[in-house]
């Protein structure tokens, strides 16, 4: 099984500041046929379902802001907000989909400092 | 547009069984696979199964594998997970998801449905 794990699980950013997080797998999710990273990040508010924020590492999903980015390959990964909005307060995770049995991280909790 | 409505939430004593659905609409449900993701109160999120689009592949968690089954029933747009053998760590919401065209993995997701397990 693939573990996922980010760090750090909490982070307090002030607004307009850059807010990063870190998601490490356990085993590498780039498929070297296609070159891709098997690797999304998820927006989750509460009471909400999450929502798909970030796919094949870097791509922004259709709607997403651009301060949203993600970057990273292998094993190492990161989200990067870049200008941090009231809107954002939520939890993220990254997920892995390299394997048939997905696998996310444990969460980071964002809060405004 | 794609909706995902879960069903079947509930009480349920320890080492029972229930049966969760999922209908889907706005998309071709039949070309597409189907997960199962949960949530247990306060904590994160557990991917727990996945059905390939036609039913002839399932995977599944460690932590339900042998007490959990995915099926489809693509006559009717309808995604069910069998829980057998339910336990009190198996409370959680329980989504239905699907993936979406390009991105590779889970895109669409449902509200949710709560299983609470208690004696």
């Known amino acids: 099984d693939i573990v996922m794990t980010q760090s750090p699980d909490s982070l307090a950013v002030s607004l307009g500041e850059r807010a990063t997080i870190n998601c490490k797998s356990s085993?590498?999710?780039?498929?070297?046929?296609?070159?891709?990273?098997?690797l999304a990040w998820y927006q989750q508010k509460p009471g909400q379902p999450p929502k798909l924020l970030i796919y094949w590492a870097s791509t922004r999903e259709s709607g997403v802001p651009d301060r949203f980015s993600g970057s990273g390959s292998g094993t190492d990964f990161t989200l990067t907000i870049s200008s941090l909005q009231a809107e954002d307060v939520a939890v993220y995770y990254c997920q892995q989909y390299y394997s048939p049995q997905y696998s996310f991280g444990q969460g980071t909790k964002l809060e405004i400092k | 547009q794609v909706q995902l409505v879960e069903s079947g939430g509930g009480v349920v004593q320890p080492g029972r069984s229930l049966r969760l659905s999922c209908a889907a609409s706005?998309?071709?449900?039949?070309?597409?696979?189907m997960h199962w993701v949960r949530q247990a109160p306060g904590k994160g999120l557990e991917w727990v199964a996945v059905?390939?689009?036609?039913?002839?592949?399932?995977y599944y968690a460690n932590s339900v594998k042998g007490r959990f089954t995915i099926s489809r029933d693509n006559s009717k747009n309808t995604l069910y997970l069998q829980l057998s053998s339910l336990r009190g760590e198996d409370t959680a919401v329980y989504y239905c998801?699907?993936?979406?065209?390009?991105?590779?993995?889970?895109?669409?997701w449902g509200q949710g449905t709560l299983v609470t397990v208690s004696s």
């Open positions: 085993q590498s999710v780039l498929y070297s046929s296609n070159n891709k990273n098997y």
């Open positions: 998801a699907s993936k979406g065209d390009g991105s590779g993995t889970i895109r669409y």
């Open positions: 059905i390939s689009y036609n039913g002839s592949h399932t």
């Open positions: 706005g998309f071709t449900f039949s070309s597409y696979a």
